[in-house]
């Protein structure tokens, strides 16, 4: 039996098709297309079908686009010069300038972030916590 080559979540673009933005909505289909015609989700009709791009629906659920909440005096952008884990939390240390912030995650997010010594990352302030953002 031949494996069915599995599609990507979204196409080029952050491009989805009716049935993916439904899903990422979670909407149902009948929904989602009732929507869809009566003008309540942006959609753009591409080769005689319907396409979605995914930070217009995210618009349209009220998302903001990532990082722009956040004012630039609550950012400190630094080297990771040092990370530990352990089972459940890990440290992460950052060079910013002269100055040296250390922040403790978990090490959950340390692996979704993807963090190793050398990347570049944002320390953002917040009240009596730092949050860790890596930085492309």
């Not at 098709?17 to 989700?41: D, N, Q, S, V």
């Not at 791009?53 to 952008?77: A, F, H, Q, T, Y």
């Not at 990370?83 to 440290?91: P, S």
């Amino acid at each position: 039996m031949a494996k069915r080559k599995q599609s990507k979540p979204d196409g080029p673009d952050g491009v989805l098709t009716a049935r993916e933005a439904a899903k990422y909505l979670r909407l149902a289909l009948p929904t989602f297309y009732r929507y869809m015609w009566e003008g309540k989700i942006p959609s753009s009709k591409i080769g005689g079908r319907y396409r979605f791009k995914r930070s217009l629906l995210d618009r349209w659920l009220g998302k903001k686009p990532e990082g722009e909440e956040v004012s630039g005096r609550n950012k400190l952008v630094g080297i990771v010069s040092a990370i530990k884990r352990d089972l459940i939390m890990a440290q992460v240390n950052l060079d910013v300038g002269e100055n040296k912030i250390t922040a403790i995650i978990t090490r959950d997010a340390l692996e979704e972030l993807g963090l190793k010594v050398g990347d570049r990352a944002v320390a953002l302030m917040k009240a009596t916590e730092v949050m860790v953002i890596k930085e492309s």
